[in-house]
């Protein structure tokens, strides 16, 4: 059954049609079935999508994901579900994906915010991972940005106690409200981030002269933290 999408919801991203390359195409055609997931109205189970059992990452907006693929590379160790809209970036992903033949891979090409909402049970994240989404830059745009207090809340419920999030953006001005809005959220503890691969939205940042945040919180330990549903 699929996930019944709240129309009501404001959607932090738009749809962009994207010329498909013939390899992104088959990719889709060819490796979903055997990587991709589909959104359902009941919670899947993480441990039986992987091969082995391993703390498992979600990142979320992965875009043509080259720095996710390098990542899952590095990190055999770790199970990875990366969640994206785009659909030319999801075909690129599983092409490098099946040319490696990983097996630490899943993906979901569909909204996040329904993604940890409805597919996710709670407690079930090691880490959560959002590197450089759109940070809506005019004022009458802010109420599209990803980072709000509700989704806090939803992603703190996902996570496990101890569990990290990871947050990473060129842009200052986001890079403060998101830091206001987690340290309302008193589930959230701030600490280091952990080293990750350098993304394509990073280096054109970076080349344009943006300064980059990196911002981590861990999941407090207490069982007193409430959970969303």
């Known amino acids: 059954m699929p996930v019944p999408f709240d129309p009501r919801q404001i959607r932090s991203y738009v749809i962009r049609a994207g010329r498909m390359t ?6 889709l055609e060819t490796q979903w079935q055997h990587y991709g997931l589909e959104p359902g109205s009941l919670p899947i189970t993480p441990q039986s999508l992987f091969s082995t059992e391993a703390p498992l990452v979600l990142e979320i907006g992965f875009g043509m994901g080259d720095s996710l693929f390098e990542m899952l590379q590095q990190q ?4 990875f ?3 994206e809209v785009h659909k030319p970036g999801v075909g690129h992903l599983l092409h490098l994906a099946a040319e490696a033949k990983v097996e630490n891979l899943r993906v979901y090409c569909a909204d996040s915010v329904e993604v940890l909402r409805h597919c996710l049970p ?8 959002v590197f450089f989404p759109d940070p809506w830059h ?3 745009h802010h109420k599209r940005r990803l980072i709000n207090a509700d989704f806090v ?16 953006t060129d842009w200052a001005p986001y890079a ?5 809005t987690v340290a309302l959220n008193p589930g959230f503890h701030p600490c280091a981030p952990p080293t990750r691969p350098v993304t394509k939205y990073e280096r054109r940042g970076v080349r344009l002269g943006h300064e980059v945040f990196d911002l981590a919180w861990t ?3 207490s069982p007193l933290v409430h959970q969303q549903q």
């Open 22 to 27: 013939p390899g992104q195409s088959n990719a």
């Open 76 to 79: 055999p160790d770790r199970n």
């Open 81 to 83: 579900i990366g969640v």
């Open 122 to 129: 709670n407690a079930s994240l090691d880490q959560l991972q």
């Open 138 to 140: 005019k004022k009458r």
């Open 153 to 168: 809340a939803l992603v703190l419920s996902r996570l496990k106690p101890g569990g990290l999030l990871h947050f990473a």
């Open 176 to 180: 403060e409200v998101v830091k206001e």
């Open 219 to 221: 999941r407090s330990e």
